[in-house]
Antibody, heavy 118, light 109 residues
Framework: QVQLQESGPGLVKPSQTLSLTCTVSGGSISSGSYYWSWIRQPAGKGLEWIGRIYTSGSTNYNPSLKSRVTISVDTSKNQFSLKLSSVTAADTAVYYC??????????WGKGTTVTVSS | QSALTQPASVSGSPGQSITISCTGTSSDVGSYNLVSWYQQHPGKAPKLMIYEVSKRPSGVSNRFSGSKSGNTASLTISGLQAEDEADYYCCSYAGSGYVFGTGTKVTVL
């Protein structure tokens, strides 16, 4: 059974780059026709789709974040990563990684809280 | 890409049926049969309940059903149970990515 686990700093300073990694266990990130995604949720608010990557390296990003987002994949480590540059307090949220199969997010990580503050 | 519109809250008594709407546009919900629904309990990650408008993943109760008409998708929960109290989000493919709904809090009275 595939499981996902987010990791990375819980505190990032304004204007810096937020970096998170999602480790996939219980299966190969390269097997099957899956995209691997990042989704975030500010406290008390709704979900926001950030973007996704296929193991070929093909990506799609939320147009509102596209200029600041990079999602990459490392198949040798069974991981994929998120970088969000020039962060502000508005980027404070719980960040989830998810497997995108069945044209939907069918497996989710538990989420990691990232706070942007000096 | 604007968030899909959902009612802020829906409530019902145990055993009743409720329906949550999810209104988008002809660029997302109206153009693709790629609407999914997620259940989220407080402090937990979302859980997939419906995909491709009306399909249920293995293990999801058949009390949950989905449909779509035009630019609006719907999630119906029949035989409402206490454990169904949670936030629900719809999500639709929008051409080159995905957009989530604003979320609906379901309260079991």
């Amino acid at each position: 059974q595939v499981q996902l686990q987010e990791s990375g700093p819980g505190l990032v300073k304004p204007s810096q780059t937020l970096s998170l990694t999602c480790t996939v266990s219980g299966g190969s990130i390269s097997s099957g026709s899956y995209y691997w995604s990042w989704i975030r949720q500010p406290a008390g608010k709704g979900l926001e789709w950030i973007g996704r990557i296929y193991t070929s390296g093909s990506t799609n990003y939320n147009p509102s974040l596209k200029s600041r987002v990079t999602i990459s994949v490392d198949t040798s480590k069974n991981q994929f990563s998120l970088k969000l540059s020039s962060v502000t307090a508005a980027d404070t949220a719980v960040y989830y990684c998810a497997r995108w199969g069945l044209q939907s997010a069918d497996v989710w990580g538990k989420g990691t809280t990232v706070t942007v503050s000096s | 890409q604007s968030a899909l519109t959902q009612p802020a809250s829906v409530s019902g008594s145990p055993g009743q049926s409720i329906t949550i709407s999810c209104t988008g546009t002809s660029s997302d919900v109206g153009s693709y049969n790629l609407v999914s629904w997620y259940q989220q309990h407080p402090g937990k990650a979302p859980k997939l309940m419906i995909y491709e408008v009306s399909k249920r993943p293995s293990g999801v109760s058949n009390r949950f059903s989905g449909s779509k008409s035009g630019n609006t998708a719907s999630l119906t929960i029949s035989g409402l149970q206490a454990e169904d109290e949670a936030d629900y989000y719809c999500c639709s493919y929008a051409g080159s990515g995905y957009v989530f709904g604003t979320g609906t809090k379901v309260t079991v009275l």
